[in-house]
Protein backbone atom coordinates (compact mmCIF):
# COMPACT_ATOMS: atom_id res chain seq x y z
CA UNK A 1 0.00 0.00 0.00
CA UNK A 2 1.16 3.73 -1.02
CA UNK A 3 2.30 5.73 1.63
CA UNK A 4 -0.63 8.03 3.23
CA UNK A 5 -0.82 12.16 2.27
CA UNK A 6 1.52 12.82 5.60
CA UNK A 7 3.63 9.89 6.82
CA UNK A 8 6.25 10.73 8.03
CA UNK A 9 5.52 13.99 9.50
CA UNK A 10 5.68 14.40 13.45
CA UNK A 11 3.36 16.18 15.16
CA UNK A 12 3.28 17.19 18.95
CA UNK A 13 -0.35 18.21 19.90
CA UNK A 14 -0.71 19.99 23.35
CA UNK A 15 -4.67 20.58 22.81
CA UNK A 16 -7.82 20.21 23.62
CA UNK A 17 -11.70 20.23 23.67
CA UNK A 18 -12.73 20.53 19.70
CA UNK A 19 -10.69 23.31 17.57
CA UNK A 20 -7.16 21.94 18.70
CA UNK A 21 -7.98 18.33 18.52
CA UNK A 22 -9.76 18.49 15.29
CA UNK A 23 -6.83 20.50 13.81
CA UNK A 24 -4.66 17.32 14.54
CA UNK A 25 -6.98 14.76 13.60
CA UNK A 26 -7.31 15.71 9.91
CA UNK A 27 -3.47 15.39 9.78
CA UNK A 28 -3.54 12.04 11.80
CA UNK A 29 -6.27 10.31 9.60
CA UNK A 30 -4.07 11.01 6.78
CA UNK A 31 -0.71 9.81 8.34
CA UNK A 32 0.66 12.31 10.53
CA UNK A 33 2.55 11.04 13.92
CA UNK A 34 0.17 12.62 15.96
CA UNK A 35 1.40 12.25 20.50
CA UNK A 36 -1.10 13.96 22.06
CA UNK A 37 -0.30 15.45 25.48
CA UNK A 38 -2.56 15.36 28.12
CA UNK A 39 -2.52 16.37 32.04
CA UNK A 40 -1.86 12.88 33.91
CA UNK A 41 -4.54 11.75 35.66
CA UNK A 42 -7.28 14.57 34.04
CA UNK A 43 -6.39 14.42 30.38
CA UNK A 44 -8.58 15.93 27.69
CA UNK A 45 -11.36 18.18 28.29
CA UNK A 46 -13.22 16.31 25.64
CA UNK A 47 -13.05 13.15 27.89
CA UNK A 48 -15.38 14.95 30.19
CA UNK A 49 -17.67 15.57 27.70
CA UNK A 50 -20.22 13.43 26.04
CA UNK A 51 -22.13 11.73 24.54
CA UNK A 52 -21.79 8.68 26.78
CA UNK A 53 -23.41 5.56 26.38
CA UNK A 54 -26.30 4.28 28.72
CA UNK A 55 -25.78 8.29 29.39
CA UNK A 56 -23.07 6.73 31.95
CA UNK A 57 -19.69 9.26 32.13
CA UNK A 58 -17.09 7.82 31.53
CA UNK A 59 -13.41 8.84 30.70
CA UNK A 60 -13.04 6.12 27.52
CA UNK A 61 -16.03 6.50 26.40
CA UNK A 62 -16.56 10.18 25.34
CA UNK A 63 -18.63 10.32 21.68
CA UNK A 64 -17.18 13.91 21.49
CA UNK A 65 -13.08 12.45 22.27
CA UNK A 66 -13.17 9.14 20.30
CA UNK A 67 -14.15 11.34 17.26
CA UNK A 68 -11.69 13.88 17.85
CA UNK A 69 -8.86 11.96 18.69
CA UNK A 70 -8.26 9.26 16.19
CA UNK A 71 -5.06 7.32 15.00
CA UNK A 72 -3.15 9.66 17.61
CA UNK A 73 -1.02 8.73 20.69
CA UNK A 74 -1.44 9.62 24.22
CA UNK A 75 1.36 10.42 26.87
CA UNK A 76 0.35 12.35 29.92
CA UNK A 77 2.99 15.29 31.29
CA UNK A 78 3.11 17.62 33.71
CA UNK A 79 4.03 20.27 31.67
CA UNK A 80 4.65 22.65 34.81
CA UNK A 81 7.38 19.86 36.43
CA UNK A 82 10.88 20.57 35.31
CA UNK A 83 10.49 16.90 34.12
CA UNK A 84 7.76 17.02 32.17
CA UNK A 85 9.38 20.56 30.39
CA UNK A 86 12.46 18.77 29.73
CA UNK A 87 10.15 15.84 27.94
CA UNK A 88 8.26 18.14 26.01
CA UNK A 89 11.43 19.67 24.48
CA UNK A 90 12.86 16.63 23.49
CA UNK A 91 9.69 15.92 21.98
CA UNK A 92 9.49 19.05 19.79
CA UNK A 93 13.01 19.04 18.84
CA UNK A 94 12.32 16.06 16.59
CA UNK A 95 8.66 17.72 15.94
CA UNK A 96 7.95 18.69 12.35
CA UNK A 97 5.11 21.18 13.79
CA UNK A 98 3.52 21.60 17.34
CA UNK A 99 0.08 22.95 17.51
CA UNK A 100 -1.51 24.13 21.03
CA UNK A 101 -4.55 25.91 22.33
CA UNK A 102 -3.96 27.08 25.69
CA UNK A 103 -4.79 30.61 26.77
CA UNK A 104 -1.80 33.06 25.07
CA UNK A 105 0.84 33.10 27.44
CA UNK A 106 0.55 29.79 28.88
CA UNK A 107 3.61 27.92 26.49
CA UNK A 108 5.62 30.93 27.65
CA UNK A 109 4.78 30.43 31.11
CA UNK A 110 5.99 26.44 30.72
CA UNK A 111 9.01 27.16 28.58
CA UNK A 112 7.65 26.16 25.46
CA UNK A 113 6.71 28.90 23.57
CA UNK A 114 7.83 29.51 20.20
CA UNK A 115 10.92 31.65 20.17
CA UNK A 116 11.82 28.72 23.09
CA UNK A 117 11.48 26.15 20.89
CA UNK A 118 12.76 27.04 17.64
CA UNK A 119 16.28 28.03 18.99
CA UNK A 120 16.29 23.66 18.74
CA UNK A 121 14.67 23.44 16.04
CA UNK A 122 14.57 26.04 13.54
CA UNK A 123 12.58 24.49 10.82
CA UNK A 124 9.68 23.96 13.14
CA UNK A 125 6.26 25.04 11.99
CA UNK A 126 4.15 26.41 15.76
CA UNK A 127 0.47 26.76 15.72
CA UNK A 128 -1.42 28.51 18.57
CA UNK A 129 -5.11 28.54 18.63
CA UNK A 130 -7.07 30.84 20.88
CA UNK A 131 -9.82 32.51 21.01
CA UNK A 132 -9.02 35.95 19.72
CA UNK A 133 -5.47 35.34 19.00
CA UNK A 134 -1.53 36.17 20.23
CA UNK A 135 -2.01 39.76 20.58
CA UNK A 136 -4.54 42.77 20.72
CA UNK A 137 -6.94 44.00 24.04
CA UNK A 138 -8.94 40.86 23.88
CA UNK A 139 -5.71 38.42 24.12
CA UNK A 140 -6.65 36.49 27.17
CA UNK A 141 -10.75 36.80 26.68
CA UNK A 142 -12.76 33.90 27.51
CA UNK A 143 -15.12 32.63 24.53
CA UNK A 144 -17.45 30.05 23.42
CA UNK A 145 -18.97 28.81 20.03
CA UNK A 146 -21.82 31.15 21.19
CA UNK A 147 -19.69 33.91 21.72
CA UNK A 148 -18.10 34.13 18.67
CA UNK A 149 -21.38 33.48 16.68
CA UNK A 150 -22.57 36.17 17.55
CA UNK A 151 -19.48 38.83 17.91
CA UNK A 152 -18.43 37.34 14.34
CA UNK A 153 -21.03 35.33 12.79
CA UNK A 154 -24.54 36.27 11.03
CA UNK A 155 -25.91 35.31 14.54
CA UNK A 156 -28.26 38.95 14.06
CA UNK A 157 -29.42 37.48 10.83
CA UNK A 158 -30.57 34.02 12.29
CA UNK A 159 -33.62 33.21 13.95
CA UNK A 160 -37.56 34.38 13.79
CA UNK A 161 -38.33 37.89 12.48
CA UNK A 162 -40.01 38.84 15.32
CA UNK A 163 -37.43 37.19 18.20
CA UNK A 164 -34.03 37.48 19.31
CA UNK A 165 -31.26 36.22 17.52
CA UNK A 166 -30.76 32.38 17.97
CA UNK A 167 -27.41 30.55 17.31
CA UNK A 168 -26.95 27.60 15.42
CA UNK A 169 -26.59 24.24 16.89
CA UNK A 170 -23.61 22.39 17.83
CA UNK A 171 -19.87 23.47 17.95
CA UNK A 172 -19.84 24.95 14.31
CA UNK A 173 -17.61 27.38 14.78
CA UNK A 174 -14.99 25.48 16.67
CA UNK A 175 -14.58 23.22 13.99
CA UNK A 176 -14.09 25.13 11.46
CA UNK A 177 -11.46 26.97 13.57
CA UNK A 178 -9.42 23.72 13.60
CA UNK A 179 -10.04 23.18 9.88
CA UNK A 180 -8.58 26.28 9.17
CA UNK A 181 -5.90 25.65 11.30
CA UNK A 182 -4.88 22.68 9.50
CA UNK A 183 -5.04 24.40 6.28
CA UNK A 184 -2.80 27.34 7.64
CA UNK A 185 -0.39 24.38 9.53
CA UNK A 186 -0.07 22.29 6.68
CA UNK A 187 0.80 25.75 4.25
CA UNK A 188 3.32 26.35 7.03
CA UNK A 189 4.79 23.06 6.86
CA UNK A 190 5.19 23.04 2.84
CA UNK A 191 6.98 26.16 3.03
CA UNK A 192 9.23 25.00 6.32
CA UNK A 193 10.30 21.73 4.10
CA UNK A 194 10.54 23.16 0.60
CA UNK A 195 11.63 26.81 0.74
CA UNK A 196 12.96 28.79 -2.04
CA UNK A 197 15.59 30.16 -1.26
CA UNK A 198 17.20 27.18 0.99
CA UNK A 199 16.85 29.14 4.58
CA UNK A 200 14.95 27.65 7.14
CA UNK A 201 11.90 29.01 7.12
CA UNK A 202 10.09 27.33 10.25
CA UNK A 203 6.85 30.02 11.58
CA UNK A 204 4.48 30.58 14.11
CA UNK A 205 1.07 30.51 12.89
CA UNK A 206 -1.81 32.36 14.88
CA UNK A 207 -5.31 30.93 14.61
CA UNK A 208 -8.10 33.11 16.09
CA UNK A 209 -11.60 31.63 16.67
CA UNK A 210 -13.09 34.59 15.83
CA UNK A 211 -11.38 35.71 12.95
CA UNK A 212 -11.99 32.53 11.62
CA UNK A 213 -15.63 32.90 11.82
CA UNK A 214 -15.63 36.47 10.98
CA UNK A 215 -13.77 35.46 7.53
CA UNK A 216 -16.35 32.52 7.35
CA UNK A 217 -18.46 31.70 4.60
CA UNK A 218 -21.16 30.81 6.56
CA UNK A 219 -23.57 33.54 5.20
CA UNK A 220 -20.27 36.07 6.62
CA UNK A 221 -18.98 37.31 4.14
CA UNK A 222 -22.02 37.71 1.64
CA UNK A 223 -23.56 39.88 4.51
CA UNK A 224 -19.85 42.22 4.78
CA UNK A 225 -20.11 42.72 1.57
CA UNK A 226 -23.84 43.15 1.44
CA UNK A 227 -23.27 46.10 3.77
CA UNK A 228 -20.68 47.50 2.12
CA UNK A 229 -22.61 48.21 -1.26
CA UNK A 230 -25.92 49.49 0.61
CA UNK A 231 -25.44 50.25 4.29
CA UNK A 232 -28.08 47.63 5.81
CA UNK A 233 -27.58 44.91 8.00
CA UNK A 234 -29.27 41.48 7.65
CA UNK A 235 -32.80 40.85 7.94
CA UNK A 236 -34.80 38.07 9.63
CA UNK A 237 -37.64 36.64 7.38
CA UNK A 238 -40.30 35.18 8.65
CA UNK A 239 -40.55 30.91 8.70
CA UNK A 240 -39.88 29.99 4.69
CA UNK A 241 -39.77 33.56 3.25
CA UNK A 242 -42.59 35.14 1.13
CA UNK A 243 -42.47 32.84 -2.31
CA UNK A 244 -43.40 29.53 -2.47
CA UNK A 245 -42.59 26.18 -1.98
CA UNK A 246 -39.61 27.31 0.14
CA UNK A 247 -38.85 26.16 3.24
CA UNK A 248 -38.79 23.24 5.87
CA UNK A 249 -42.57 21.07 5.08
CA UNK A 250 -43.51 17.73 6.85
CA UNK A 251 -43.99 14.68 5.22
CA UNK A 252 -44.95 10.88 6.08
CA UNK A 253 -41.91 9.79 7.53
CA UNK A 254 -40.51 12.99 8.93
CA UNK A 255 -39.35 16.37 7.21
CA UNK A 256 -38.47 17.72 4.11
CA UNK A 257 -36.19 20.68 2.94
CA UNK A 258 -37.42 22.47 -0.29
CA UNK A 259 -36.02 25.10 -2.40
CA UNK A 260 -38.41 25.51 -5.17
CA UNK A 261 -39.48 29.10 -5.57
CA UNK A 262 -39.80 32.10 -8.07
CA UNK A 263 -36.92 31.21 -11.14
CA UNK A 264 -37.53 27.28 -10.12
CA UNK A 265 -40.92 27.75 -9.42
CA UNK A 266 -41.90 25.79 -13.05
CA UNK A 267 -39.53 23.11 -11.90
CA UNK A 268 -41.75 22.45 -8.92
CA UNK A 269 -45.10 23.13 -10.92
CA UNK A 270 -43.29 19.55 -12.83
CA UNK A 271 -42.77 17.97 -9.99
CA UNK A 272 -46.25 18.10 -8.79
CA UNK A 273 -47.01 16.17 -11.78
CA UNK A 274 -48.11 19.68 -13.69
CA UNK A 275 -51.74 19.75 -12.24
CA UNK A 276 -53.92 21.64 -14.09
CA UNK A 277 -55.05 24.43 -11.82
CA UNK A 278 -51.31 25.34 -11.79
CA UNK A 279 -51.21 26.06 -15.91
CA UNK A 280 -52.99 29.21 -15.48
CA UNK A 281 -50.91 32.53 -16.11
CA UNK A 282 -51.77 33.71 -13.03
CA UNK A 283 -48.95 31.53 -11.14
CA UNK A 284 -46.31 33.13 -13.48
CA UNK A 285 -46.68 36.70 -13.29
CA UNK A 286 -43.66 39.02 -12.15
CA UNK A 287 -45.66 39.29 -8.67
CA UNK A 288 -47.19 35.99 -8.18
CA UNK A 289 -44.26 34.57 -5.73
CA UNK A 290 -45.41 37.21 -3.31
CA UNK A 291 -48.70 37.27 -3.46
CA UNK A 292 -50.66 35.37 0.59
CA UNK A 293 -53.41 34.70 -1.64
CA UNK A 294 -51.96 32.82 -4.43
CA UNK A 295 -49.59 31.00 -1.80
CA UNK A 296 -52.37 29.66 0.25
CA UNK A 297 -53.99 28.44 -2.79
CA UNK A 298 -50.78 26.99 -3.65
CA UNK A 299 -50.47 25.05 -0.28
CA UNK A 300 -54.02 24.00 -0.97
CA UNK A 301 -52.46 21.61 -3.90
CA UNK A 302 -48.90 21.08 -2.15
CA UNK A 303 -49.89 20.25 1.76
CA UNK A 304 -51.35 16.81 0.32
CA UNK A 305 -48.70 16.14 -1.83
CA UNK A 306 -45.76 16.26 0.62
CA UNK A 307 -47.96 14.88 3.38
CA UNK A 308 -48.37 11.71 1.42
CA UNK A 309 -44.48 11.24 0.26
CA UNK A 310 -41.85 9.76 2.39
CA UNK A 311 -38.86 11.95 2.47
CA UNK A 312 -36.94 9.47 0.43
CA UNK A 313 -39.43 9.68 -2.65
CA UNK A 314 -39.82 13.20 -2.48
CA UNK A 315 -36.35 14.08 -2.82
CA UNK A 316 -36.22 11.77 -5.62
CA UNK A 317 -39.39 12.98 -7.80
CA UNK A 318 -37.72 16.41 -6.49
CA UNK A 319 -34.22 15.77 -7.79
CA UNK A 320 -35.81 14.24 -11.11
CA UNK A 321 -37.25 17.75 -11.80
CA UNK A 322 -34.14 19.64 -10.85
CA UNK A 323 -35.62 21.28 -7.62
CA UNK A 324 -33.31 21.94 -5.23
CA UNK A 325 -34.46 19.68 -2.35
CA UNK A 326 -33.38 16.87 0.08
CA UNK A 327 -34.41 15.06 3.32
CA UNK A 328 -33.84 16.24 6.99
CA UNK A 329 -31.96 13.17 8.29
CA UNK A 330 -31.86 11.80 11.65
CA UNK A 331 -28.51 10.63 13.18
CA UNK A 332 -30.47 7.20 12.29
CA UNK A 333 -31.13 8.23 8.85
CA UNK A 334 -27.83 9.07 8.07
CA UNK A 335 -25.52 6.07 9.76
CA UNK A 336 -28.02 4.04 7.49
CA UNK A 337 -27.91 6.28 4.59
CA UNK A 338 -27.26 3.34 2.00
CA UNK A 339 -25.42 5.04 -0.47
CA UNK A 340 -23.04 7.09 1.98
CA UNK A 341 -22.25 3.66 3.57
CA UNK A 342 -21.19 2.39 -0.13
CA UNK A 343 -18.90 5.15 -0.71
CA UNK A 344 -17.04 4.82 2.77
CA UNK A 345 -17.85 7.66 4.54
CA UNK A 346 -17.64 5.85 7.69
CA UNK A 347 -15.64 2.99 9.32
CA UNK A 348 -15.74 0.71 11.85
CA UNK A 349 -13.48 0.73 14.91
CA UNK A 350 -12.72 -1.42 17.86
CA UNK A 351 -11.61 1.02 21.14
CA UNK A 352 -10.33 -1.32 23.60
CA UNK A 353 -13.00 0.39 26.37
CA UNK A 354 -15.69 1.66 24.52
CA UNK A 355 -15.91 -1.44 22.13
CA UNK A 356 -16.80 -1.34 18.29
CA UNK A 357 -17.61 1.72 17.01
CA UNK A 358 -19.06 3.18 13.52
CA UNK A 359 -17.25 6.22 13.05
CA UNK A 360 -17.58 9.20 10.49
CA UNK A 361 -14.69 8.48 8.45
CA UNK A 362 -12.73 10.76 5.97
CA UNK A 363 -13.86 14.31 5.00
CA UNK A 364 -12.42 13.44 1.07
CA UNK A 365 -10.76 10.79 -1.18
CA UNK A 366 -7.09 11.43 -2.85
CA UNK A 367 -6.98 8.59 -5.93
CA UNK A 368 -3.16 8.37 -4.93
CA UNK A 369 -2.89 8.39 -1.03
CA UNK A 370 -4.83 5.41 0.27
CA UNK A 371 -7.08 6.76 3.52
CA UNK A 372 -7.64 4.81 6.99
CA UNK A 373 -8.28 5.12 10.54
CA UNK A 374 -5.55 2.79 11.64
CA UNK A 375 -6.33 3.39 15.26
CA UNK A 376 -9.12 4.44 17.68
CA UNK A 377 -8.55 7.44 19.81
CA UNK A 378 -6.12 6.47 22.76
CA UNK A 379 -6.96 5.69 26.14
CA UNK A 380 -5.44 8.20 28.69
CA UNK A 381 -1.44 7.49 29.13
CA UNK A 382 -1.69 4.74 26.77
CA UNK A 383 1.67 5.29 25.04
CA UNK A 384 3.18 6.79 27.76
CA UNK A 385 5.87 3.61 28.38
CA UNK A 386 6.49 3.37 24.10
CA UNK A 387 6.90 7.57 23.82
CA UNK A 388 9.68 7.59 26.41
CA UNK A 389 11.75 4.76 25.52
CA UNK A 390 12.30 5.82 22.06
CA UNK A 391 13.40 8.95 23.66
CA UNK A 392 16.01 6.83 25.89
CA UNK A 393 14.20 6.67 29.17
CA UNK A 394 14.55 2.88 30.86
CA UNK A 395 12.16 1.51 32.40
CA UNK A 396 13.46 2.52 36.22
CA UNK A 397 13.25 5.77 34.80
CA UNK A 398 9.12 5.87 33.55
CA UNK A 399 8.99 4.23 36.84
CA UNK A 400 10.40 7.17 38.49
CA UNK A 401 8.04 9.43 36.44
CA UNK A 402 5.13 7.89 37.15
CA UNK A 403 6.05 8.54 40.89
CA UNK A 404 6.88 11.80 40.71
CA UNK A 405 3.48 12.60 39.04
CA UNK A 406 5.25 14.13 35.97
CA UNK A 407 3.26 11.25 33.67
Not at 32 to 60: C, F, I, M, N, Q
Not at 119 to 124: A, D, H, I, W
Not at 268 to 276: D, I
Request: proline share 7%; charged share 20%; hydrophobic share 35%.
Amino acid sequence: MADRALSGIKVLDFTQHVAGPYCTKVMADQGADVTKVERPGVGDVARRSGPYPGDTPHAEKSGLFLHLNTSKRSLTLDLASAAGRNIALQLAADADIVVESFRPGTMESFGLDYQSLKTTNPNLVMTSISNFGQTGPYLGYRGADIVFYGMGGEMFGTGLADREPIKLGQNVILYQAGATASVATLGALFLAQDPADGQALGQHVDVSLMETQVGSIDRRMTALIAYQYTGETSKREHYGGSSYPNGIYPCEDGYFALAGSRVYFPRSVRMLGSPQELEDPKWHTRGAQTDPYLKEEFEELFLPWILSQSKQHAWAVAQQQRVLSGPLNTMEDLSDEPFFNQRGVFDQIDHPVAGLLKQPGRPFLMSESPWELPSPAPTLGQHNHEILADLGYSNPDIVRLRQMGVI
